[in-house]
């Protein structure tokens, strides 16, 4: 069964870190780029970061930046996103995401097939 | 960075009614255009990518059109399951993953 469980949420103060986990089951883990995606309470959903399929290349967004480092282990099937100075507009569920393509390059229409049920991440001062 | 806006915000209708939703581009992006559905408590699922193909296992009253800045989401016949909030995504400029603010679909 093609799956991806996300674990490691909680709730932390401002400034503080915690690593995010995600599992992958079911397909060939270390072919495809992933994907991380949070949602805020109330709001839609925003991309936070991507990784290759072999971890050579690294993608953010402008609000994570410096802050949010992602990597993975393809011995063990699993994607993590080491979060730190955490703000409270970080408050958020976070989902992986695969992409269907193994990078972000020109021409791919990357699209993010499979998704996990994602960890809450609460950040409070 | 690419924008993309979604119109409208929210829709209501009824059990097999027809619904088209909208996604406009800041620029063009050349059928870059992904759809998701995103229901409370559940993982997003993609429904369409590059702008008209159906992902598998997507039933076929999902359809996506469009080109260069404006792209629409059909919906055939809504289904009880089918209220939900979509959201479309441009992969044309990336990083980052621009993601449209949503359209929540509710049951009139």
């Known amino acids: 069964q093609v799956q991806l469980v996300e674990s490691g949420g909680g709730v932390v103060h401002l400034g503080e870190s915690l690593r995010l986990s995600c599992a992958a089951s079911?397909?060939?883990?270390?072919?495809?780029?992933f994907h991380w995606v949070r949602q805020a309470p109330g709001k839609g959903l925003e991309w936070v970061a991507a990784?290759?399929?072999?971890?050579?290349?690294?993608y953010y967004a402008d609000s994570v930046k410096g802050r949010f480092t992602i990597s993975r282990d393809n011995s063990k099937n699993t994607l993590f996103l080491q979060t730190s100075s955490l703000r409270a507009d970080d408050t958020a569920m976070f989902y992986c995401?695969?992409?269907?393509?193994?990078?972000?390059?020109?021409?791919?229409?990357?699209?993010?097939?499979?998704w996990g049920q994602g960890t809450m991440v609460t950040v409070s001062s | 960075d690419i924008q993309m806006t979604q119109s409208p915000s929210s829709l209501s209708a009824s059990v097999g009614d027809r619904v088209t939703l909208t996604c406009r581009a800041s620029?063009?992006?050349?059928?870059?255009l992904n759809w998701y559905q995103h229901t409370p408590g559940k993982a997003p699922k993609l429904l369409i990518f590059?702008?008209?193909s159906l992902q598998s296992g997507v039933p076929s009253r999902f359809s996506g059109s469009g080109s260069g800045t404006e792209y629409t989401l059909t919906i055939n016949s809504l289904q009880p399951d089918d209220f939900a909030t979509y959201y479309c995504?441009?992969?044309?400029?990336?990083?980052?993953?621009?993601f449209g603010q949503g359209t929540k679909l509710e049951i009139k």
């Open positions: 995401a695969r992409d269907q393509f193994s990078d972000l390059l020109p021409d791919y229409i990357n699209a993010f097939d499979i």
């Open positions: 079911g397909f060939t883990f270390n072919t495809y780029a």
């Open positions: 990784i290759s399929y072999d971890g050579s290349n690294k």
């Open positions: 620029q063009s992006i050349n059928n870059f």
């Open positions: 590059a702008a008209f």
């Open positions: 995504q441009q992969s044309y400029s990336v990083p980052p993953h621009t």
